[in-house]
């Protein structure tokens, strides 16, 4: 039987192009092979500063009440996919999800902890309580046998799956050898799935999602870069320097972390791009082509006029709590930029470079000497027809020739109120 399920197997592979997939598509051969499967799961943990573990439950349509509703506070994400075999939820914790009571008092921390199989008869059990809780709550739906197995990679432990039955008797010492061949197989290609999908996700979270997809595409060499065309955004913590000096470290993290966690989902949310943090600094791209440069640029002068607001209310807490308000300078500037990767053979940074970089930073780094939040330079006033007050010509740290400087006029008119 199992020389069958790995021609099937080897043929389905070339297909399947999720994890999900293959985990439907495999479960759904065994229940042709009458192995009355109620309930499949899945999960693993994850290297991900956001997400800990994840897990897929599968059941057959005509059985919801074999997924639990999940209540956990540490729940990330959670979404449900229905398919010709059944219905699959996928489910994402947070940290911390690992040392919860409901993972801890379960046969899945068994089976990681001990790296054997493990399983339950409800057939052969005598006593009126079980051994887990799972257990407790499967016997009342009319499961008969309960099958958890470690995947296991280079020794370690990092995965577990488990298959519950409803058929009378459970499964036999054959059946569970069989499975337990299957459920191997099947954890290779999951695991390489999940890899992937994490690899991708990591890599989004640290450089960026266009960045980020971009790596993993393989654009990965040294010296590798494109022109593109992208409104620049440079900013950074007014007196950041003298703030640190009279905050603890605990505090200056915990600055650094309300600011970062107020701007960056803001520039994202109107399609930029965080390439770095630069200690107290933001950089980050919105690029453009010429069909749309003034919808991006209305983009980004919105992202700006909303961060502004969630800043407010941001220090309204912080005073709540004695702490020091958040201010900040905003520079803006459109112009060509080099995207790509610099550096050496051993340590290449994915970046961008050029002359508009660094005429951004130093018009944000004006902003405290001119008393404004926001200044741009004039081709990106130009980009946006709204009423700009002009600041008149400064000598830039750097750039040899005076520019003129613009800041976002503090008497908008509600007909120059940006529309997207």
């Known amino acids: 039987m199992i020389e069958e399920f790995v021609d099937w197997y080897s043929d389905e592979l070339s297909e399947v192009k999720t994890p ?4 439907d598509k495999s479960i759904g051969y065994l229940q042709k092979l009458n192995f009355q499967i109620v309930r499949a799961s899945m999960g693993t943990r994850t290297l991900h500063p956001q997400v800990e573990s994840l897990a897929y439950t599968w059941v057959p349509k005509d059985k919801p009440e074999y997924i639990e509703e999940q209540t956990n506070p540490l729940l990330h994400s959670k979404s449900l996919i229905e398919s010709d075999n059944g219905i699959l939820r996928e489910v994402r914790f947070r940290l ?3 040392q919860t009571s409901q993972f801890v008092a379960s046969p899945v921390q068994l089976v990681m902890s001990t790296k054997k199989p493990y399983y339950f008869s ?5 006593g009126e309580t079980y051994p887990y809780p799972i257990l407790d709550d ?3 739906l009319g499961a ?5 197995v470690p995947v296991l990679q280079k020794g370690a432990s990092l995965a577990f799956l488990s298959l519950v039955t409803d058929k009378i008797g459970g499964w036999t010492l054959e059946e569970q050898k069989f499975l337990l061949n299957v459920l191997k197989l099947v954890s290779l290609r999951w695991m390489n799935f999940i890899q992937s999908e994490l690899t991708e996700s990591l890599l989004s979270v640290y450089l960026g999602k266009r960045t980020g997809s971009t790596v993993y595409s393989g654009k990965i060499y040294r010296g590798e870069v494109e022109k593109i065309q992208s409104v620049i955004w440079f900013s950074d913590i007014r007196n950041y320097s003298g703030i640190s000096e009279r905050l603890a470290p605990s505090e200056v993290i915990n600055l650094l972390n309300d600011y970062f966690g107020t701007s960056i989902p803001i520039i994202e949310e109107y399609g930029g791009e965080v390439l770095k943090l630069l200690g107290d600094g933001i950089l980050a791209v919105f690029p453009y082509t010429e069909k749309n440069k003034i919808v991006v640029g209305k983009k980004v002068l919105s992202g700006v006029r909303k961060l502004a607001g969630r800043l407010w209310n941001l220090n309204i807490e912080r005073n709540k709590n004695d702490q020091i308000s958040i201010h900040h300078g905003v520079g803006l500037h459109s112009g060509e930029i080099l995207y790509g990767n610099i550096g050496s053979a051993e340590r290449l940074d994915f970046t961008v470079i050029g002359e508009a970089v660094n005429l951004t930073s ?3 780094g004006m902003c405290g000497e001119l008393g404004k939040a926001v200044l741009t330079s004039k081709d990106f006033a130009e980009q946006i027809p709204v009423r700009w007050e002009e600041l008149g010509e ?3 740290k750097g750039i040899s020739e005076q520019r003129t400087i613009y ?7 509600t007909k120059d109120r940006i529309r997207i």
């Open 394 to 396: 400064h000598k830039l």
């Open 138 to 140: 499967l016997a009342p």
């Open 407 to 413: 800041a976002i006029s503090d008497k908008i008119r």
């Open 20 to 23: 999900s997939e293959l985990f």
């Open 122 to 126: 409800f057939a052969n059990h005598k």
């Open 96 to 98: 911390g999800s690992l």
């Open 144 to 148: 008969t046998g309960y099958l958890a």
């Open 362 to 364: 130093r018009i944000a």
